[in-house]
């Protein structure tokens, strides 16, 4: 039980890690958006509206990863914990055919 304890916190962390980035990626985009108010002009106009526009779709976009991706996290994460020696059986039936296949080519 503490392997896959083990196993769940290392996935949280990548998949926070990951998440942390893209939000720290459109945190400096905002700060540009900001930054970019002295610009004068239609054209700069036209900019930061579309930049604001981005920013959003990229947070929705986020969100909606999340929310699609945990029901496939946990399901295989059940999965995994319910049936480990199948589990390890397909990774053995899958690392074999993929040893034979590269055993071929040399």
Same mark, same amino acid.
């Given at each position: 039980m503490a392997r896959k304890t083990t196993q769940h916190t290392e996935s949280e962390q990548i998949k926070d890690q990951a998440f942390s980035e893209l939000q720290a990626l459109i945190q400096e985009s905002e700060k540009l958006l900001n930054d970019s108010a002295s610009l004068v002009g239609e054209e700069a106009e036209t900019l930061r509206a579309q930049l604001q526009l981005k920013l959003k $779709? !990229? *947070? $929705?976009?986020? *969100?909606? %990863?999340?929310? /699609? !991706?945990?029901? %496939?996290?946990?399901?295989?994460?059940?999965?995994?914990?319910?049936?480990?020696?199948?589990t390890v059986a397909?990774?053995? *039936?899958? *690392?074999? %055919?993929?040893?034979?296949?590269?055993? /071929?080519?040399?």
């Open positions: $779709q !990229a *947070g $929705q976009a986020v *969100g909606n %990863v999340r929310d /699609r !991706a945990k029901p %496939v996290v946990d399901a295989t994460e059940q999965y995994i914990g319910g049936h480990p020696w199948q397909i990774s053995a *039936g899958f *690392g074999l %055919v993929v040893g034979l296949l590269l055993g /071929r080519r040399s």
